[in-house]
């Protein structure tokens, strides 16, 4: 693979309002290598065996589960014999229905910070997912498919599984307030962590005493403020060091450091590799 500056991005979408593919083996050349999507993805395991990364943490296949990948997520799908369904949306679905439904955002299934990206359905959920699926294939063959009954239909899922993620996960029972504040300080992570390493920033921006602002991250994530931003550098450093050609020097800058050395202790102090280590054993890894 011939290294950019850029995480190879998998085009499955191509500017529809949704589409649905059946996973199998050859969907996608990008597949088995470290790929952000152009959409958002919920993708539901009917068989097969084996792991998937996001973000380079590993999650086993297993029927019946459900998973949620967001655009600016790393995904990877090892060479193993799988099958599914795959639900593809962008961004006007995805707004709309955090519009109509606000203590869904950044919540559940739909945390792009959540170290359990999936759900198990039980009975029930999964005979929702099986109604509404051929639904959704019968829409999309229409020959001027209704887009308002599309999107009422993958509400339906989201909602069904974050409901399920609550009754799966039950340390996510928290009150609105605290979804929504929670909610509104991942987002600020992701929009500043390359700009400010420290809580400060983000302390004044919230208006919010770090004390509480800990609280409420560490009730929705298992995370302190501090710790978030942290993680957040990692994930993106390890992604440049896999997929782009920029030295680990220039990732550094990149991602707000202005001192190389300082980059290679952080990155070593969480990975116990160095940046050079550590691309070197990726490398590895994909040659063998």
């Given at each position: 693979?011939?290294?950019?500056?850029?995480?190879?991005?998998?085009?499955?979408?191509?500017?529809?309002?949704?589409?649905?593919?059946r996973?199998?083996?050859e969907?996608?050349?990008?597949s088995?290598?470290?790929?952000?999507?152009?959409?958002?993805?919920l993708?539901?395991?009917t068989?097969?065996k084996?792991?998937?990364?996001?973000?380079?943490?590993?999650y086993?296949?297993?029927?019946?589960?459900?998973?949620?990948?967001?655009?600016?997520?790393?995904?990877?799908i090892?060479e193993?014999?799988?099958?599914?369904?795959?639900?593809?949306?962008?961004?006007?679905?995805?707004?709309?229905?955090l519009?109509?439904?606000?203590s869904?955002?950044?919540?559940?299934?739909?945390d792009p910070f959540?170290?359990?990206?999936?759900?198990?359905?039980?009975?029930p959920?999964?005979?929702?997912?099986?109604?509404?699926?051929?639904?959704?294939?019968q829409?999309?063959?229409?020959?001027?498919?209704?887009?308002?009954i599309?999107?009422?239909?993958?509400s339906?899922?989201?909602?069904a599984?974050?409901r399920?993620?609550?009754q799966q996960?039950t340390d996510?029972?928290?009150?609105?307030?605290e979804?929504?504040?929670?909610s509104?300080?991942?987002?600020?992570?992701?929009?500043?962590?390359?700009?400010?390493?420290?809580?400060?920033?983000?302390?004044?921006?919230?208006?919010l005493p770090?004390?509480?602002?800990?609280?409420?991250?560490?009730?929705?994530?298992?995370?302190?403020?501090?710790a978030?931003?942290?993680?957040?550098c990692?994930?993106?450093?390890?992604?440049?060091?896999?997929v782009?050609?920029?030295?680990?020097?220039?990732?550094s800058?990149?991602l707000g450091?202005?001192?190389?050395?300082?980059?290679?202790?952080?990155?070593?102090?969480?990975?116990?590799?160095?940046?050079?280590?550590?691309?070197?054993?990726?490398a590895?890894?994909?040659?063998?």
């Amino acid at each position: 693979m011939r290294k950019s500056n850029k995480v190879p991005l998998q085009a499955l979408l191509e500017g529809d309002y949704l589409r649905v593919y059946r996973m199998h083996k050859e969907l996608n050349d990008l597949s088995a290598i470290p790929h952000r999507h152009d959409h958002y993805e919920l993708m539901m395991i009917t068989g097969g065996k084996g792991d998937h990364a996001i973000n380079f943490k590993q999650y086993p296949f297993k029927v019946n589960r459900v998973y949620f990948i967001h655009p600016g997520q790393v995904h990877t799908i090892n060479e193993f014999e799988r099958d599914g369904i795959l639900i593809l949306f962008g961004e006007t679905i995805m707004q709309r229905f955090l519009t109509l439904h606000k203590s869904e955002d950044h919540f559940g299934l739909l945390d792009p910070f959540t170290d359990t990206p999936f759900v198990d359905l039980d009975a029930p959920s999964r005979e929702l997912y099986q109604s509404i699926l051929p639904n959704i294939q019968q829409e999309l063959k229409a020959r001027q498919p209704d887009e308002a009954i599309l999107f009422h239909y993958v509400s339906l899922l989201l909602l069904a599984a974050n409901r399920r993620f609550t009754q799966q996960h039950t340390d996510t029972k928290h009150s609105t307030k605290e979804r929504e504040i929670s909610s509104q300080l991942k987002r600020l992570v992701e929009a500043y962590y390359k700009q400010e390493h420290g809580v400060a920033f983000y302390v004044k921006k919230m208006n919010l005493p770090i004390k509480q602002l800990n609280k409420y991250c560490s009730l929705t994530s298992g995370l302190s403020l501090y710790a978030l931003i942290q993680e957040r550098c990692l994930i993106e450093s390890k992604i440049l060091l896999q997929v782009s050609a920029l030295s680990a020097k220039e990732i550094s800058y990149q991602l707000g450091f202005k001192d190389p050395a300082y980059f290679g202790r952080f990155f070593k102090k969480h990975t116990g590799l160095t940046p050079v280590g550590y691309r070197a054993q990726v490398a590895l890894k994909y040659q063998s």
